[in-house]
Protein backbone atom coordinates (compact mmCIF):
# COMPACT_ATOMS: atom_id res chain seq x y z
CA UNK A 1 0.00 0.00 0.00
CA UNK A 2 1.75 3.32 -0.95
CA UNK A 3 1.08 6.08 1.52
CA UNK A 4 1.89 9.63 1.53
CA UNK A 5 2.06 10.99 4.68
CA UNK A 6 1.59 14.82 5.96
CA UNK A 7 0.31 17.14 9.01
CA UNK A 8 -2.47 18.27 8.51
CA UNK A 9 -2.37 21.46 10.39
CA UNK A 10 -3.33 23.70 10.69
CA UNK A 11 0.51 25.17 10.22
CA UNK A 12 0.27 28.71 11.11
CA UNK A 13 3.22 31.28 10.16
CA UNK A 14 3.08 35.11 10.44
CA UNK A 15 3.41 37.12 7.23
CA UNK A 16 6.75 37.28 6.44
CA UNK A 17 8.13 33.96 7.35
CA UNK A 18 9.15 31.28 6.07
CA UNK A 19 6.64 28.13 6.13
CA UNK A 20 7.69 24.52 6.00
CA UNK A 21 5.97 21.98 4.79
CA UNK A 22 7.09 18.27 4.77
CA UNK A 23 6.18 15.12 3.16
CA UNK A 24 6.64 11.73 3.63
CA UNK A 25 6.15 8.64 1.73
CA UNK A 26 6.18 4.94 2.06
CA UNK A 27 7.03 3.55 -1.34
CA UNK A 28 11.21 3.62 -2.14
CA UNK A 29 11.04 3.25 -6.10
CA UNK A 30 8.91 6.97 -6.25
CA UNK A 31 9.94 8.78 -9.22
CA UNK A 32 7.75 11.71 -9.37
CA UNK A 33 7.05 14.59 -6.87
CA UNK A 34 4.83 17.17 -6.58
CA UNK A 35 3.12 19.99 -4.72
CA UNK A 36 -0.36 21.52 -5.43
CA UNK A 37 -2.11 24.41 -3.79
CA UNK A 38 -5.60 24.29 -3.01
CA UNK A 39 -7.72 27.32 -2.06
CA UNK A 40 -10.91 26.44 -0.49
CA UNK A 41 -13.43 25.67 -2.41
CA UNK A 42 -11.09 25.48 -5.34
CA UNK A 43 -9.09 22.84 -7.53
CA UNK A 44 -5.32 21.75 -6.85
CA UNK A 45 -2.90 23.46 -9.28
CA UNK A 46 0.52 22.19 -9.58
CA UNK A 47 3.02 24.34 -8.17
CA UNK A 48 6.41 23.03 -7.98
CA UNK A 49 7.33 19.96 -9.09
CA UNK A 50 10.73 17.68 -8.19
CA UNK A 51 12.46 14.55 -9.67
CA UNK A 52 15.76 14.26 -8.49
CA UNK A 53 17.51 14.66 -4.92
CA UNK A 54 18.08 18.50 -3.87
CA UNK A 55 16.82 21.40 -4.13
CA UNK A 56 14.49 23.21 -6.77
CA UNK A 57 13.95 26.89 -6.68
CA UNK A 58 11.10 28.59 -8.16
CA UNK A 59 10.55 32.60 -7.21
CA UNK A 60 9.68 32.12 -3.10
CA UNK A 61 9.18 28.03 -3.33
CA UNK A 62 12.00 25.89 -2.77
CA UNK A 63 11.02 22.42 -3.04
CA UNK A 64 13.37 19.64 -1.57
CA UNK A 65 13.89 16.09 -2.32
CA UNK A 66 15.61 13.59 0.08
CA UNK A 67 15.17 10.17 -1.52
CA UNK A 68 17.38 8.14 0.84
CA UNK A 69 14.85 9.60 3.70
CA UNK A 70 12.07 9.17 1.64
CA UNK A 71 10.54 12.57 2.09
CA UNK A 72 9.73 15.72 0.34
CA UNK A 73 9.44 19.20 1.43
CA UNK A 74 8.21 22.79 0.36
CA UNK A 75 9.47 26.08 1.78
CA UNK A 76 7.89 29.30 1.33
CA UNK A 77 9.97 32.37 1.81
CA UNK A 78 8.37 35.61 2.50
CA UNK A 79 5.08 34.07 3.03
CA UNK A 80 1.85 36.13 2.14
CA UNK A 81 -1.43 36.16 3.20
CA UNK A 82 -2.53 34.47 -0.05
CA UNK A 83 -0.64 32.02 0.49
CA UNK A 84 -3.18 30.17 2.85
CA UNK A 85 -4.34 27.33 1.19
CA UNK A 86 -4.37 23.55 1.53
CA UNK A 87 -0.87 22.28 0.24
CA UNK A 88 -1.28 18.88 -1.33
CA UNK A 89 1.92 16.35 -1.72
CA UNK A 90 2.01 13.42 -4.40
CA UNK A 91 4.21 11.02 -5.13
CA UNK A 92 4.27 8.57 -7.77
CA UNK A 93 6.25 5.25 -8.80
CA UNK A 94 6.72 4.38 -12.84
CA UNK A 95 3.22 3.47 -14.76
CA UNK A 96 1.19 4.08 -11.97
CA UNK A 97 -1.20 7.13 -11.15
CA UNK A 98 -0.55 10.27 -8.30
CA UNK A 99 -0.64 9.14 -4.95
CA UNK A 100 -1.50 12.41 -2.57
CA UNK A 101 -1.38 12.92 1.05
CA UNK A 102 -3.95 14.68 2.80
CA UNK A 103 -2.60 17.69 2.70
CA UNK A 104 -1.33 20.39 5.00
CA UNK A 105 -3.62 23.48 5.92
CA UNK A 106 -1.39 26.88 5.37
CA UNK A 107 -2.41 29.97 7.60
CA UNK A 108 -0.59 32.80 6.89
CA UNK A 109 -1.48 36.08 9.40
CA UNK A 110 -1.35 39.34 8.59
CA UNK B 1 -12.27 27.37 -23.92
CA UNK B 2 -9.15 25.75 -22.54
CA UNK B 3 -7.69 23.63 -19.47
CA UNK B 4 -10.26 21.38 -18.17
CA UNK B 5 -13.82 22.06 -18.05
CA UNK B 6 -16.40 20.59 -15.95
CA UNK B 7 -20.11 20.39 -15.36
CA UNK B 8 -22.20 20.83 -13.49
CA UNK B 9 -19.88 22.68 -10.85
CA UNK B 10 -23.13 21.51 -8.35
CA UNK B 11 -25.25 18.87 -8.36
CA UNK B 12 -27.99 17.90 -5.78
CA UNK B 13 -29.69 14.58 -6.46
CA UNK B 14 -31.82 11.97 -4.72
CA UNK B 15 -30.75 8.17 -3.95
CA UNK B 16 -33.20 7.38 -6.88
CA UNK B 17 -32.18 9.52 -9.05
CA UNK B 18 -29.59 9.25 -12.53
CA UNK B 19 -27.04 11.34 -13.55
CA UNK B 20 -24.13 12.34 -15.26
CA UNK B 21 -20.86 14.56 -14.65
CA UNK B 22 -19.04 15.69 -17.81
CA UNK B 23 -15.61 16.81 -18.23
CA UNK B 24 -14.04 18.21 -21.43
CA UNK B 25 -10.36 19.51 -21.67
CA UNK B 26 -8.62 21.19 -24.45
CA UNK B 27 -5.39 20.25 -24.06
CA UNK B 28 -4.36 17.83 -26.11
CA UNK B 29 -3.77 15.08 -23.40
CA UNK B 30 -4.20 11.46 -23.66
CA UNK B 31 -4.98 10.29 -20.17
CA UNK B 32 -8.10 11.13 -17.73
CA UNK B 33 -9.31 10.70 -14.56
CA UNK B 34 -11.76 11.18 -12.00
CA UNK B 35 -10.90 11.56 -8.29
CA UNK B 36 -13.09 12.24 -5.43
CA UNK B 37 -11.96 14.45 -2.37
CA UNK B 38 -14.42 14.22 0.62
CA UNK B 39 -13.39 16.19 4.13
CA UNK B 40 -10.73 15.55 5.92
CA UNK B 41 -9.64 12.51 3.56
CA UNK B 42 -7.11 12.65 0.81
CA UNK B 43 -7.98 12.32 -2.99
CA UNK B 44 -9.16 9.06 -3.95
CA UNK B 45 -8.20 7.85 -7.55
CA UNK B 46 -11.26 6.19 -8.95
CA UNK B 47 -10.94 6.10 -12.43
CA UNK B 48 -7.95 6.32 -15.57
CA UNK B 49 -8.39 6.39 -18.92
CA UNK B 50 -5.37 6.48 -21.35
CA UNK B 51 -5.74 6.82 -25.14
CA UNK B 52 -9.40 5.72 -24.29
CA UNK B 53 -8.73 2.61 -22.62
CA UNK B 54 -9.42 2.31 -18.94
CA UNK B 55 -6.05 1.58 -17.15
CA UNK B 56 -7.24 1.69 -13.64
CA UNK B 57 -10.46 1.39 -11.58
CA UNK B 58 -9.49 1.88 -7.61
CA UNK B 59 -12.57 -0.50 -6.57
CA UNK B 60 -15.07 1.65 -6.96
CA UNK B 61 -18.36 0.98 -6.52
CA UNK B 62 -20.80 0.25 -9.61
CA UNK B 63 -23.08 2.97 -8.91
CA UNK B 64 -20.19 5.15 -10.90
CA UNK B 65 -20.04 4.54 -14.12
CA UNK B 66 -17.31 5.86 -16.23
CA UNK B 67 -17.29 6.66 -20.10
CA UNK B 68 -14.36 7.85 -22.65
CA UNK B 69 -15.57 8.11 -26.15
CA UNK B 70 -12.42 9.80 -26.92
CA UNK B 71 -9.39 11.33 -25.66
CA UNK B 72 -11.03 15.11 -25.04
CA UNK B 73 -14.29 13.70 -23.32
CA UNK B 74 -15.04 11.90 -19.83
CA UNK B 75 -18.18 11.24 -18.00
CA UNK B 76 -19.07 9.80 -14.85
CA UNK B 77 -22.78 8.53 -14.93
CA UNK B 78 -24.11 8.20 -11.34
CA UNK B 79 -27.28 6.25 -10.17
CA UNK B 80 -28.65 5.26 -6.69
CA UNK B 81 -25.97 7.10 -4.88
CA UNK B 82 -25.69 6.80 -1.24
CA UNK B 83 -25.39 10.18 0.68
CA UNK B 84 -21.71 9.49 1.82
CA UNK B 85 -21.17 9.63 -1.92
CA UNK B 86 -21.32 13.86 -1.43
CA UNK B 87 -18.14 15.06 -2.02
CA UNK B 88 -16.55 16.86 -4.82
CA UNK B 89 -15.34 14.81 -8.13
CA UNK B 90 -12.65 16.24 -9.75
CA UNK B 91 -11.53 15.53 -13.04
CA UNK B 92 -7.92 15.44 -14.10
CA UNK B 93 -6.10 15.50 -17.33
CA UNK B 94 -2.30 14.88 -18.35
CA UNK B 95 -0.09 14.01 -21.33
CA UNK B 96 -0.09 10.33 -20.41
CA UNK B 97 -0.89 8.26 -17.13
CA UNK B 98 2.99 6.87 -17.56
CA UNK B 99 5.89 8.20 -15.37
CA UNK B 100 9.43 8.12 -15.26
CA UNK B 101 10.12 11.49 -14.35
CA UNK B 102 9.81 13.04 -17.55
CA UNK B 103 6.75 14.95 -16.32
CA UNK B 104 4.04 13.64 -18.77
CA UNK B 105 2.02 12.30 -15.83
CA UNK B 106 2.05 15.89 -14.20
CA UNK B 107 -2.29 16.26 -13.76
CA UNK B 108 -4.07 19.20 -14.16
CA UNK B 109 -7.72 19.97 -12.78
CA UNK B 110 -10.62 20.82 -13.43
CA UNK B 111 -12.70 23.01 -11.49
CA UNK B 112 -14.39 20.28 -9.60
CA UNK B 113 -18.38 18.90 -9.54
CA UNK B 114 -20.15 19.81 -5.71
CA UNK B 115 -22.15 16.57 -5.46
CA UNK B 116 -24.80 16.28 -2.95
CA UNK B 117 -26.71 13.67 -2.09
CA UNK B 118 -29.74 13.37 -0.06
Known amino acids: QKEVEQNSGPLSVPEGAIASLNCTYS??????FFWYRQYSGKSPELIMS????GDKEDGRFTAQLNKASQYVSLLIRDSQPSDSATYLCAVNVVNTPLVFGKGTRLSVIA | ETGVTQTPRHLVMGMTNKKSLKCEQHLGHNAMYWYKQSAKKPLELMFVYNFKEQTENNSVPSRFSPECPNSSHLFLHLHTLQPEDSALYLC?????????????????FGAGSRLTVL
Open chain 2, 92 to 108: ASSQDSASGGSGANVLT
Open chain 1, 50 to 53: IYSN
Open chain 1, 27 to 32: DRVSQS
